[in-house]
């Protein structure tokens, strides 16, 4: 209930931050642009042109999410092949895995069946999990993608409203230096994060995509031994 109240008080703090900054936002980054042609070639210059133009569309990408709070969440489910997605959110997580010095394992299940999801939404959650797990390991380390059929008792069925569907589990596991127990508590608490940068809205957002689809979320950490977070989603048939 008080995650609950948190995003909806987000949500209107988005609304009129949209309002209010986007117009001037467009206009500064129309005047960066007309500026950066009138410059011409001017390397030392363009530089300064294009961090402006970053840092408004960084900006611009804070708004979204603060937006994606407060917006109901329509889904279309469909049924995905899960390591599909999961390989695509790899491919494009190689280049920051290789520069952290991170190995990317998959210990994927081939028997699992397809689940039923919104894909656009669930590449969301998967493409945040691995770039957390990877932003964990500071010193480099493997990362493990796992799947298999959910044999935890909380989620191993659910009724979608045509009868009770089987649920699959998919892992994403770092070897960080894990996560506080206190701190655990609180990660899907919106505007909460361990991390010098950012607003701590990625995880509480995964949740609410996560209980969209009528399946669940857990975490479990050892201080120094790394952190696995586990999703549930129904199988498709």
Excluded at 60 to 71: A, F, W
Excluded at 217 to 224: F, G, L
């Amino acid at each position: 209930m008080r995650r609950g109240e948190t995003l909806a008080a987000a949500g209107q703090i988005a609304i009129g931050l949209a309002h209010e900054i986007r117009n001037p936002l467009g206009a500064i980054r129309g005047a960066v642009q007309l500026m950066r042609r009138e410059l011409g070639d001017d390397a030392r210059l363009g530089e300064y042109t294009d961090v402006l133009l970053k840092e408004v569309d960084r900006v611009n990408r804070i708004l979204e999410m603060l937006l994606d709070i407060s917006r109901p969440v329509t889904l279309r489910p469909v049924p995905l092949n899960v390591h599909q997605l999961l390989e695509r959110v790899a491919l494009l997580s190689e280049e920051m895995a290789s520069r952290r010095r991170v190995q990317i394992v998959r210990r994927y299940d081939p028997s699992l069946p397809p689940i039923l999801a919104d894909e656009d939404r669930i590449l969301q959650v998967f493409h945040n999990l691995v770039r957390n797990a990877i932003e964990a390991m500071a010193d480099g380390g493997r990362l493990t993608l796992v799947t298999r059929p959910s044999m935890n008792p909380l989620f191993t069925k659910v009724d979608l409203g045509h009868g009770q569907r089987s649920m699959a589990e998919i892992q994403v596991i770092d070897e960080g230096q894990g996560i506080p127990e206190a701190t655990r508590d609180r990660l899907f608490t919106p505007f909460f994060t361990t991390k010098d940068k950012g607003l701590g809205l990625g995880l509480a957002l995964c949740h609410r995509i996560i209980e969209e689809h009528h399946g669940g979320i857990h975490i479990t950490s050892e201080p120094s031994r790394g952190t696995a977070v586990s999703c549930f989603l129904p199988i498709a048939r």
